[in-house]
C-alpha cells in the first residue's frame, strides 16, 4: 500500500504536522510576553541578550533581519558591541 495516497496516513501527517506548528506559535508567544516583561522591569537590552543565552554565531543570523524584528541600528550596534568584549 502507498503511504502517500492512504488517506488516513495524510490525517495522522497533517494532525502531526498542525500540532508541531501550535507548539512553535506557543513557543513564539512565549519568548515574546518574555521579552515584554524583561523590557517592563527595566532591563535593557544587553542584559536581555544575555539571559537568553544568545551566541554571537545566532546573532550573526539574526541581525540580517532585525529591522523585520524591529531593532534599530543603534540596537544592533548595542549588541554588536556586547559580543566584542
Not at 551566541?55 to 533581519?65: A, D, G, L, Q, R
Amino acid at each position: 500500500m502507498d503511504l502517500n495516497n492512504d488517506p488516513i496516513h495524510l490525517k495522522q501527517v497533517i494532525f502531526k504536522l498542525e500540532s508541531e506548528l501550535e507548539d512553535v506559535n506557543v513557543e513564539k508567544a512565549e519568548q515574546q510576553l518574555t521579552g515584554f516583561i524583561h523590557a517592563k522591569r527595566g532591563y535593557n537590552l544587553t542584559t536581555l541578550v544575555d539571559s537568553m543565552g544568545l551566541t554571537e554565531k545566532e546573532w550573526n543570523n539574526i541581525k540580517f533581519n532585525a529591522s523585520i524584528l524591529g531593532l534599530n541600528e543603534n540596537e544592533v550596534s548595542e549588541i554588536d558591541e556586547y559580543f566584542k568584549k
